[in-house]
């Protein structure tokens, strides 16, 4: 395949350029390539040419609370691919009676065969004892190198055991591995929640009042503590919060290797949603917040304190939704990975935060060098998958459940209007999504090893 005539983003920059592709790599990028025989030509003029996204943070097939999320791995996948995503990075629960290698490997295997594009995976654990050392080491071997953890839902169980951090997060920076953390004091949350509850107060306006930004706050907090005493990197995930925000700026100012996510939802929505009538449907962890949140956090991707935008997709149906009783009950998560890029583009280029270079890096470049996949993945250089989308910048949708391919049944960004859209995604140099429809083979994708990294 020779992709013509485009505004292609490479490391180096925005070039009008062609991108050569065989046996599914990037061969070349440069002017006027020219076709060999049998080449297929794809004509990209005016439009934007980049390296596949990278969604760093996806619930595909979550069993929670008695159920399954909406989104299995092959409808989340393919309406990953009609959003221009190539690669997801999901997570593996730490099991009972399995070691951490065994565990990962069973939901490797529920997605391998069923995913329409590539994955890897982080490895989700509530308990890391010193003698799983070697458990840890034999992941990292394996092809898993990131660790989430809880700092909150002690009750559900998937809290870290207390005083587990700091050997977790030395035991990383021995292997080269990465703690993400889910971060909110469990104390704090679990006090407001109970008094919340006892005082009948269980409608969704209470939702954010009981996980407050002082939550996210003081656990981030604590946790950079840590990992200034062991010098481990950390990662952080979708940070909600102004003042959580301010924490990781400040360590990152002392030099620490801190890295943070957000997500779409917490730059766009805001915990007014909680007064509407179908306020349920916008109910997640962390909560969404105040405007002067959403302000914040663009601020912190212009000036680089956030590394990433990932969406936490994790799709569970309106019905599923509104059968809960309180706020406390309700599923928690919203659909979002179809619209990650298009959201992006447009709020972000669109109105001028920042440039093309800047959104590659926080959808593909960074994501795949935090996690262990560059340069195999996350830019167009010879060599790497030819992951590519192929970006209308001037078109001009409407954002609408119907036209997703979500099977949530809903999108929390209905009636949003976004300038540019992408038009075409190739995983591996193979069409797989074209004008929004998904044009691939089922179970195409692959499970992508993560490279354990010096940091």
Known sequence: MLIQGGYVVTPGGVLYADVAIAGGRIQKVGPALGPERGTQVVDARGLVVMPG?????????????GTVTADDFRQGSISAACGGVTTFIDFADAEAGLSFTQAADRRRQQAEGRSAIDFSLHLSLN???AEKAGELAELVQYGISSLKVFTTYRKEGYMLKPGQMEFLLQESRRLGALVQVHAEDNGLVESLTERHLAEGKTEPRYHPV?????????????????????????????????????EIKQAQARGMKVWAETCPQYLLLDQ?????????????????????DNAALWQGLVDGVLATVATDHCAFSLMQKGQATSFVDTLPGLPGVETLLPLLYSEGVGKERFGLERLVELLSTNPARIFGLYPRKGALLPGSDADLVLFDPEREVTLTA???????GYT????????GYPVMTILRGQLISQEGSFVGEDGAGRFIPARATTR
């Open 53 to 65: 996204i990278i969604d760093a943070h996806t619930h595909f097939e979550l069993h929670s609370r």
């Open 127 to 129: 308990d890391a004892p």
């Open 210 to 246: 009981s996980r407050p930004n002082e939550a996210e706050r003081k656990a981030i907090a604590a946790v950079i503590q840590q990992a200034e005493k062991t010098q481990a990197p950390v990662y952080f995930v979708h940070i909600s919060t102004e003042e959580g925000l301010a």
């Open 272 to 292: 007014s949603l909680y007064e509407e009538p179908q306020a349920q449907r916008f109910i997640l962890t962390p909560p969404l917040r105040e405007k002067k």
């Open 402 to 408: 119907s036209a997703l391919h979500s099977a949530a």
């Open 412 to 419: 929390p960004y209905e009636g949003f209007r976004v300038r």
